[in-house]
């Protein structure tokens, strides 16, 4: 099994800046892709960054340039840092990693979810 634990988020600002953490845990053989999602209420979940076990980013276009996704193979942890904050930036975001994690004997490719960490940009 494999525990992700986010934190990081608030309530800030507009123009304000907030790290996200997501680290995860458990029985974990490797890490591929890491990556945030975030789901604006009455609306869908959506992309904002992803990044490889290598440390190539992809990101949403609504936040390229404003925010920054790395991660610490070492620590199991990916971040976010995002700057220029908008409020429409605000919404539950939700960490996302693919592991490569034991299963009855066998290794297994599998996904998981964070439970989600709210950010709130005022204006």
């Known amino acids: 099994q494999v525990q992700l634990v986010e934190s990081g988020g608030g309530l800030v600002q507009a123009g304000g800046s907030l790290r996200l953490s997501c680290a995860a845990s458990?029985?974990?053989?490797?890490?591929?892709?890491m990556g945030w999602y975030r789901q604006a209420a009455g609306k869908q979940r959506d992309l904002v960054a992803t990044?490889?076990?290598?440390?190539?980013?992809n990101y949403g276009d609504s936040v390229k340039g404003r925010f920054t996704i790395s991660r610490d193979n070492a620590k199991n942890t990916v971040y976010l840092q995002m700057n220029s904050l908008k409020p429409e930036d605000t919404a539950v975001y939700y960490c996302?990693?693919?592991?490569?994690?034991?299963?009855?004997?066998?290794?297994?490719?599998?996904?998981?979810w964070g439970q989600g960490t709210q950010v709130t940009v005022s204006s």
């Open positions: 996302n990693v693919n592991v490569l994690t034991y299963s009855d004997s066998a290794l297994v490719r599998k996904n998981y």
């Open positions: 458990g029985t974990i053989f490797s890490i591929n892709t």
């Open positions: 990044i490889t076990s290598g440390g190539s980013a």
